[in-house]
């Protein structure tokens, strides 16, 4: 359709009608029998059956056949026949789960981070996806926070406009309608990850300055990248709540960053602003929503109880509400939706394209790449194959491994490590044992409690446990390496799952002990969607491989690492804490007045934990070991025209091929405000073969040196810069450099 078409549909259109294009209902209310009786959400929400008809979008429905259906119903009783907007939480996958966003962070690679978020876009588009909630670039510097697992970025505001560009250009591609493509949504607008205390929902509130040097370039990145959506997030910045944020909706995403497409508030945000204070009633909440310039409301009933009085009582709100249906119109039909409301669905092409085999073969190495090895003393990895080995530990056999939020792939059919490990060795070289469950009752009670589940109770649980680390104790005596498989529940990371403290469950503690009283080579394989505290057992093991929540591919994935076929190289995007007591901590930090340079008791320091994290960011090894000698600089000085070239050569000290993830830090060392003590500024994930040196290359412009000085101008200050290069962020080499304006 054309634009003026559009705009004459929207003079068509009955108040009511237009109020609906801003409602966005959950699930599948259009699918029960009696579709004229209200229940869940409907009821909830206190929709009219006629109301119902009008509403412009739904949440998470997906797959051909239930999208179709959900369409046609509702296209037979709507007037105008304005086809819905399926939108969704594909957040890593849709049925092939890919590794949690955290992780896939980890890889450093632009181009598998790409490739995951193609074959997921595919997958769901032909399951009826319209547009999908992600990437999710919220800063994350706190590990209590459960929503860490979702940041593709972690602490790195570069390596956030990076990705974030990455996904929205391979989510959208050139042309919404095509087959394949569907429109992105970033979230969550603004600063979510620095909740208080890292407890979600909780209040944010910083400098300007901090928000704009850290917080927004991912948001701008994908914004710039052609983003059709914005979704506002459920804390306050500054005292008002995102998604009623005047300063922050209307000037700065829509009038300093250009946006021009659609904003919605996230899941009953709006009606939240009520029990922040800053909404008196449900009516001045749809009013401060729609003044501030919220399109879509989702899964409250702010809009479609109050806007039809406040358009009625003031036109100027009608202009609004106009202004948004346009919107809302305009993304549909650049969906292709008027002409084919079904889009790409296709029942067919599910059966091609949902699970085939190559995308499968493809999401194994791509997930490999997001594994970080932490430790890997006397080379105990890759495993001698001709030793004995025991599995151990409620991970070794276990399914579950895909993350909170894969809720469209089915958890249960997964391959687990033991069944990789039975194809590969023989029954006499594998011994098996499960230790301990994950979580003892109590605290999976914790969980089951917070969504409203039966409890369960496990008869004689202390016994059982004895009981079951005996059992691995005697397991493991026979071996002559010990696997532990350990970590997180799924349900212990991600939305609504802040935790105080991030060791891992007490049970596997005493598992860990007790194995450890055999003196063999122990190595841990960690699945968890947060950095955790390792401090308490890290000493323990030989290895320890970092594997997240590693998706359907998982277990023939890690199998493949530990057997040596495929090397390890991914690196931390999110500092690892000592102990959750030094959260939030973040590598691009400021110097105090009194950094810990010299052991001394009035220095900024803990007085039972080092200053500094447990694993740093950028941290990772390989089976190879690289070298980093002669950082160079073409020139010592520079003006706002000229490029500093920076060369170092790299070594690959073994008999291994594989991949180093180069990093280039930069440091200002005085300005008009404080500047961090090093800042990601570029990084290159290289190949070397057995024993190649190579010299790498990085240049340093003046975008790179900028920043928001104390008039909060984006600007570089003159004066003297550090380099910093190397395999992580702090084994480094470095040079210095001025800049002349
Ligand atoms: C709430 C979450 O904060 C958001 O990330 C998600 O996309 C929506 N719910 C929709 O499920």
Not at 100 to 117: F, R
Not at 199 to 224: C, G, H, W
Not at 455 to 470: D, M, P, T
Request: overall charge negative; aromatic content about 10%.
């Amino acid at each position: 359709m054309k634009d003026k078409d559009l705009i004459n549909l929207l003079n068509q259109m009955t108040l009511d009608e237009k109020i609906g294009q801003m409602v966005q209902v959950a699930g599948d209310i259009f699918l029960e029998d009696t579709i004229d009786v209200s229940t869940g959400p409907l009821k909830n929400l206190g929709l009219s059956n006629e109301m119902l008809y009008n509403v412009g979008s739904i949440l998470n429905v997906m797959g051909a056949e239930r999208v179709k259906k959900v369409q046609d119903e509702y296209l037979s009783k709507s007037r105008l026949k304005i086809p819905l907007l399926f939108m969704d939480d594909v957040i890593n996958g849709y049925k092939i789960a890919f590794p949690i966003p955290i992780a896939q962070g980890c890889s450093w690679n632009v181009e598998t981070i790409k490739e995951m978020t193609k074959i997921s876009a595919m997958e769901s588009n032909i399951a009826g996806a319209n547009v999908n909630f992600s990437p999710m670039v919220d800063l994350s510097r706190d590990a209590r926070w459960g929503r860490v697992m979702e940041s593709i970025e972690g602490e790195d505001p570069y390596l956030g406009q990076v990705y974030a560009k990455a996904m929205v250009e391979a989510y959208q591609g050139k042309d919404l309608s095509e087959l394949g493509n569907i429109a992105s949504c970033v979230k969550h607008i603004a600063a979510y990850g620095a909740v208080e205390a890292g407890r979600d929902y909780n209040t944010v509130d910083m400098s300007e300055r901090e928000f704009r040097q850290y917080y927004l370039p991912s948001y701008k990145a994908a914004i710039e990248s052609g983003a059709e959506m914005i979704m506002t997030s459920f804390n306050i910045v500054n005292g008002i709540p995102a998604t009623i944020n005047k300063w922050l909706i209307q000037d700065i995403i829509r009038n300093e960053l250009n946006f021009k497409g659609i904003v919605i508030s996230d899941y009953g945000a709006i009606e939240e602003t009520i029990a922040h204070g800053a909404s008196k009633d449900e009516k001045q909440a749809a009013l401060n929503a729609i003044n501030a310039g919220v399109d879509i409301e989702m899964m409250s009933s702010m809009y479609s109880n109050n806007l039809k009085e406040l358009c009625l009582e003031n036109k100027e709100i009608e202009e609004k509400v106009n202004e948004s249906v346009l919107r809302i119109l305009r993304l549909k039909n650049k969906l292709g939706l008027f002409e084919n409301p079904y889009g790409n669905i296709d029942k067919q092409k599910e059966d091609i394209y949902i699970m085939n085999k190559d995308n499968l073969e493809r999401a194994k190495k791509l997930t490999q790449e997001t594994f970080v090895m932490l430790k890997n003393e006397n080379n105990i990895l890759p495993l001698d194959t001709n030793k004995k080995i025991a599995l151990i530990g409620p991970y070794a056999d276990n399914s579950a491994i895909t993350g909170s939020w894969s809720m469209f792939s089915d958890r249960t059919k997964n391959k687990t490590i033991l069944d990789m490990f039975k194809e590969r060795m023989t029954n006499e070289k594998l011994l098996y044992s499960k230790g301990t469950e994950i979580l003892r009752e109590e605290k999976i009670n914790e969980i089951l409690r917070a969504d409203g589940l039966p409890l369960i109770h496990v008869e004689n649980e202390k016994e059982k446990e004895e009981l079951s680390i005996k059992e691995a104790f005697e397991t493991a005596k026979e071996a002559e390496i010990i696997i532990l498989l350990l970590g997180e529940h799924y349900r212990q990371s991600g939305e609504a799952c802040s935790r105080s403290n991030i060791s891992l469950p007490e049970n596997q503690i005493k598992l860990i002990n007790e194995l450890h009283r055999l003196n063999k080579p122990m190595i841990m394989i960690l699945f968890n969607g947060r950095p955790l505290q390792l401090n308490n057992v890290a000493d323990k093991f030989d290895g320890i491989l970092e594997v997240w929540f590693p998706g359907t591919t998982g277990a023939r994935a890690i199998t493949e690492v530990l057997f040596g076929d495929v090397n390890p190289s991914g690196k931390l995007t999110m500092s690892f804490p000592q102990n959750a007591g030094q959260c939030p901590i973040y590598y691009n930090h400021y110097n105090t007045g009194r950094p810990l340079l010299r052991d001394f008791r009035y220095m900024s320091r803990y007085q039972d934990i080092p200053t500094e994290s447990f694993y740093s960011f950028g941290y990772g090894l390989s089976y190879c070991n690289f070298k980093y000698e002669n950082l160079k600089l073409d020139k010592n000085k520079m003006t706002e025209e000229d490029i500093i070239t920076v060369t170092i050569d790299v070594e690959n000290q073994s008999a291994y091929e594989g991949y180093e993830v180069i990093q280039l830090y930069i440091q200002d060392l005085f300005g008009s405000v404080v500047r961090p003590v090093k800042e990601l500024k570029g990084f290159k994930k290289e190949f070397f073969k057995p024993f190649e040196k190579r010299q790498i290359k990085f240049e340093i412009d003046i975008e790179m040196l900028k920043f928001w000085n104390q008039d909060l101008e984006y600007i570089a200050e003159e004066g003297d810069f550090k380099v910093y290069v190397g395999g992580n962020s702090v084994n480094v080499l470095e040079e210095t450099f001025k800049l002349n304006r």
